[in-house]
């Protein structure tokens, strides 16, 4: 019974150490780069050149959602983007594991 008392609050412990980590590292905004290989209404997918990785990002347009020059002084509709272009996009990702595009930057 003694060894209950140590390694519940142990498990505890750890258990808020790995949290805390864990939310420490979701902090940063999430970015990918590369080449549209698809362009939607609800959906964009985005080719990684080096790693030929694809991310698909479901657009559901928000108040702080736009798409904007690297520069920051030229604004696009999202019918604008069209298969070719070289993009960033900054995004989050829900329990299901959709990723949600929040910004996009055209780079070229």
Not at 47 to 72: E, H
Request: with cysteine.
């Amino acid at each position: 019974m003694s060894t209950r008392f140590i390694v519940f609050p142990a498990m505890l412990l750890i258990a808020v150490a790995c949290v805390s980590v864990r939310a420490s590292a979701q902090d940063a905004e999430p970015t990918f780069s590369g080449i549209v290989s698809h362009v939607s209404t609800t959906s964009i997918d985005v080719t990684d050149a080096t790693s030929k990785q694809t991310r698909n990002f479901l657009i559901v347009p928000t108040d702080g959602f736009g798409v904007v020059s690297a520069d920051g002084k030229t604004t696009y509709q999202m019918a604008a983007i069209v298969v070719g272009w070289d993009l960033k996009i900054t995004f989050s990702q829900n329990a299901a594991g959709q990723r949600h595009a929040d910004h996009i930057v055209m780079l070229r």
